[in-house]
């Protein structure tokens, strides 16, 4: 909004008549996401995804998971948004957490089956 100076609710209705086209839709923990011809969107809950990153980015048992704060510039989500993900995958027994301020780390490497 302030990129475009619009105010909230110019770009909740732009949205909407976006969405009526189909060229819109609402993302859970990510408000809106406009759908682009061709793009490929992965619309499994974030979790999951976070998941996928053990993979994508090698890490073992043991190692540091990015921080809250790398992962929601990376998928284009709020750091709340994330962190509650990590909790779920944390209470999945994927993530340790050692307490508030530390770094994460990976506890299990999610098989593919487990992961989809």
């Known amino acids: 909004m302030r990129e ?3 105010s909230r609710g110019v ?6 008549v976006l969405r009526q086209e189909g060229l819109a839709e609402p993302a859970p923990g990510e408000r809106w996401r406009v759908v ?29 998971f990015p921080s809250a704060s790398v992962l929601a510039e990376r ?4 750091r709340p948004t994330v962190t509650k993900a ?8 994927v993530l340790a957490n050692s307490g508030q301020g530390r770094v994460r780390t990976v506890r299990a490497v999610p098989t593919r089956e487990e992961r989809t």
Do not use: K, T, W
């Open 86 to 93: 990590l909790d779920r995958l944390e209470a999945a027994g």
């Open 11 to 16: 770009a909740v209705r732009a949205y909407g």
């Open 4 to 6: 475009h100076g619009v």
């Open 36 to 64: 682009r011809s061709g793009d490929q969107v992965d619309r499994r809950p974030l979790d999951q995804r976070l998941a996928d990153v053990i993979a994508a980015d090698g890490l073992d048992v043991g190692e540091a």
């Open 75 to 78: 998928f284009g989500v709020s």
